[in-house]
Nanobody, 116 residues
Framework: QVQLVESGGGLAQAGGSLRLSCAASGFISGINTMGWFRQAPGKERELVTTITSGGLTNYADSVKGRFTISRDNAKNTVYLQMNSLKPEDTAVYYC??????????WGEGTQVTVSS
């Protein structure tokens, strides 16, 4: 079992920045992928970005060049630096952990609201 605790959500103005953190605890294998998904009201949950334990990253086109994912493997923590925020970035952001077996865990989510 893996537990994920997110922090750092909140309110920002368009053009501003926010940083999210997600700390994983429990049975964490050495090889895994962590990432962020988001869900806006009335929409399906969508991929934002992922990073493997080896540091390979993947971004949704909508956030490329604005968001940066990073991780500290010693702390089992992943970070999401969000710059140049847009109102359409408003959503609940969920931390995601996938182990080598493909089992997926989710955090409870943190609200990000961007005002125009």
């Amino acid at each position: 079992q893996v537990q994920l605790v997110e922090s750092g959500g909140g309110l920002a103005q368009a053009g501003g920045s926010l940083r999210l953190s997600c700390a994983a605890s429990g049975f964490i294998s050495g090889i895994n992928t962590m990432g962020w998904f988001r869900q806006a009201p009335g929409k399906e949950r969508e991929l934002v970005t992922t990073i493997t334990s080896g540091g390979l990253t993947n971004y949704a086109d909508s956030v490329k060049g604005r968001f940066t994912i990073s991780r500290d493997n010693a702390k089992n923590t992943v970070y999401l630096q969000m710059n140049s925020l847009k109102p359409e970035d408003t959503a609940v952001y969920y931390c995601n952990f996938r182990n080598l077996r493909g089992i997926v865990y989710w955090g409870e989510g943190t609200q990000v609201t961007v005002s125009s």
